[in-house]
T-cell receptor, first 114, second 113 residues
Framework: DADVTQTPRNRITKTGKRIMLECSQT?????MYWYRQDPGLGLRLIYY???????NKGEISDGYSVSRQAQAKFSLSLESAIPNQTALYFC?????????????FGPGTRLTVL | RKEVEQDPGPFNVPEGATVAFNCTYS??????FFWYRQDCRKEPKLLMS???SGNEDGRFTAQLNRASQYISLLIRDSKLSDSATYLC??????????????FGTGTRLQVTL
């Protein structure tokens, strides 16, 4: 079984709809992240959480919210989806060792907003 | 200027060739460096960390030049299976133990017969 899972894997929705993307991990990591990937722009950080009580905005958090329901679960919500939120979304986890912070990614959710 | 810059490619090379990718970063406070590999429509996966002394993993060699703020990845004896996008990733530590990974946009490699 995959260590980091995302649901759904693909979603098509309409402008204005509320969407939730879910992420679960079995790696036991405290740190979790949400990124989006767009052609030519690379991966950009939306939100990150270093533990259940710690939520931080990334570089492009406007229009998104998150919830860290448990150590293993981190969900991303689009309250009112718009077409420029069409992208590939990745969840990631990491285990900070004090020196390095290798990230492990889920398989991604392809979201299309019409 | 982008924080992490890479040549997007594509680099088209024949099987067996040696190919090198470079990446530059703008923040001199950057602390750790990585190369990730991403196959088409798949998630990025760690290929290797990059250490100041340089490091090698089989056919892959990574080097770091802090003075010039660039990182390189050398692939020897390219295989068809090496075809992918290679992401340069830089970790800039903020205050305390917070850290921020910044990803380059990737360099696409296509290895052909």
């Amino acid at each position: 079984d995959a260590d980091v899972t995302q649901t759904p894997r693909n979603r098509i929705t309409k402008t204005g709809k509320r969407i939730m993307l879910e992420c679960s991990q079995t790696k036991g990591h405290d740190r979790m992240y949400w990124y989006r990937q767009d052609p030519g722009l690379g991966l950009r950080l939306i939100y990150y959480s270093f533990d259940v009580k710690d939520i931080n905005k990334g570089e492009i958090s406007d229009g998104y919210s998150v919830s860290r329901q448990a150590q293993a679960k981190f969900s991303l919500s689009l309250e009112s989806a718009i077409p420029n939120q069409t992208a590939l979304y990745f969840c990631a986890t990491s285990d900070w060792t004090g020196e390095t912070d290798t990230q492990y990614f889920g398989p991604g959710t392809r979201l299309t907003v019409l | 200027r982008k924080e992490v810059e890479q040549d997007p490619g594509p680099f088209n090379v024949p099987e067996g060739a040696t190919v090198a990718f470079n990446c530059t970063y703008s923040n001199s406070a950057s602390q750790s460096f990585f190369w990730y590999r991403q196959d088409c429509r798949k998630e990025p996966k760690l290929l290797m960390s990059v250490y100041s002394s340089g490091n090698e993993d089989g056919r892959f060699t990574a080097q770091l030049n802090r003075a010039s703020q660039y990182i390189s990845l050398l692939i020897r004896d390219s295989k068809l299976s090496d075809s992918a996008t290679y992401l340069c990733v830089v970790n800039m530590r903020d205050t305390g133990t917070a850290s921020k990974l910044t990803f380059g946009t990737g360099t696409r490699l296509q290895v052909t017969l």
